[in-house]
């Protein structure tokens, strides 16, 4: 049995008349094997990306999800040079996401997506022979956490929320072994509900917290709330902006 690294953001998003910001309880987070975004726009079976060495992260019977829609699910026919084919005409555009899910074809009933078994192992606790997460499926507690633990590599996610609608996707999240990075790191995932008009989901990995204040100081310059801030020690200047705010 070998000790393995940990991985932890918080999902936040605003409910309500008045459009607060609270945290997200019940929500699923699927941790997904890494998959890649699309160089060029699309609508056949061809789905092209930057190099071959992103299209080798796919295989031949992987079933993948072009952006959050759950009508995009395909699966893989072939792969040659910088891109895939897949079962079906599927419209992408450039940059969007495709998501690597694994073998398994997910159970899609009523626009709700249940994808079984990725190609992912994650785990309960801090060593290899755990328990597992069944689905690769973590779901939020009461203060917006997901936490799991899994070997060191680079990982998708797509979260839904408690209806289990798909709502927004986290790409290139990284699990390292790098003590020093762990403690250093800190991640909040805002979330689009009705009530902000026009925020967007914010997707980002450990070296992009900073982007994440921003988003919220421009928040809570529009509402005036108060808010518990996560940050980094490399966001002191920022973090102090937003308490000021808070305090206003």
């Given at each position: 049995m070998?000790?393995i690294?940990?991985?932890?953001?918080?999902?936040?998003?605003a409910?309500?008349s008045?459009?607060?910001?609270s945290?997200?309880?019940?929500w699923?987070?699927?941790?997904?094997?890494?998959?890649?975004?699309a160089?060029?726009?699309?609508?056949?079976?061809?789905?092209?990306?930057?190099?071959?060495?992103?299209?080798?992260?796919?295989?031949?019977n992987?079933w993948v999800q072009?952006?959050?829609?759950?009508?995009?699910?395909?699966?893989?026919?072939?792969?040659?040079?910088d891109?895939i084919?897949?079962?079906?005409?599927v419209t992408?555009?450039?940059?969007?996401?495709?998501?690597?899910?694994?073998?398994?074809?997910?159970?899609?009933?009523d626009?709700?997506?249940?994808?079984?078994t990725?190609?992912?192992?994650?785990?309960?606790?801090?060593d290899d022979?755990?328990?597992i997460?069944?689905n690769?499926?973590?779901?939020?507690?009461?203060?917006g956490?997901?936490?799991?633990?899994?070997?060191?590599?680079?990982?998708?996610?797509?979260?839904q929320?408690?209806?289990q609608?798909?709502?927004?996707?986290?790409?290139?999240?990284?699990?390292?072994?790098?003590?020093?990075?762990q403690?250093?790191?800190?991640?909040?995932?805002?979330?689009?509900?009705?009530?902000?008009?026009g925020?967007?989901?914010?997707?980002?990995?450990d070296?992009?917290?900073?982007?994440?204040?921003?988003e919220?100081?421009?928040?809570?310059?529009?509402?005036?709330?108060?808010?518990?801030?996560?940050t980094d020690?490399?966001n002191d200047?920022?973090?102090?902006?937003?308490?000021?705010v808070?305090d206003?």
């Amino acid at each position: 049995m070998a000790s393995i690294p940990s991985l932890r953001f918080d999902i936040t998003g605003a409910s309500g008349s008045q459009g607060l910001l609270s945290p997200k309880e019940g929500w699923r987070a699927y941790i997904l094997p890494r998959g890649a975004h699309a160089s060029q726009d699309s609508t056949g079976e061809r789905i092209t990306f930057d190099s071959a060495d992103a299209a080798s992260r796919f295989c031949k019977n992987n079933w993948v999800q072009v952006g959050l829609s759950v009508s995009n699910i395909r699966k893989i026919t072939a792969i040659g040079g910088d891109s895939i084919s897949v079962s079906g005409a599927v419209t992408v555009a450039e940059n969007e996401r495709v998501f690597l899910i694994g073998n398994t074809q997910p159970i899609v009933l009523d626009n709700v997506a249940t994808y079984e078994t990725p190609n992912t192992i994650i785990h309960k606790r801090d060593d290899d022979g755990s328990d597992i997460y069944e689905n690769s499926v973590v779901t939020s507690n009461v203060t917006g956490l997901i936490e799991f633990f899994a070997n060191p590599d680079l990982y998708d996610c797509i979260l839904q929320d408690g209806k289990q609608v798909n709502q927004g996707g986290l790409v290139n999240l990284l699990v390292t072994g790098d003590t020093q990075l762990q403690a250093g790191g800190a991640m909040t995932c805002i979330v689009p509900t009705i009530g902000i008009a026009g925020l967007d989901l914010i997707r980002v990995a450990d070296d992009q917290t900073q982007l994440i204040l921003e988003e919220m100081l421009v928040q809570l310059k529009v509402m005036n709330e108060h808010l518990s801030v996560v940050t980094d020690r490399e966001n002191d200047e920022l973090n102090d902006q937003v308490l000021e705010v808070c305090d206003a």
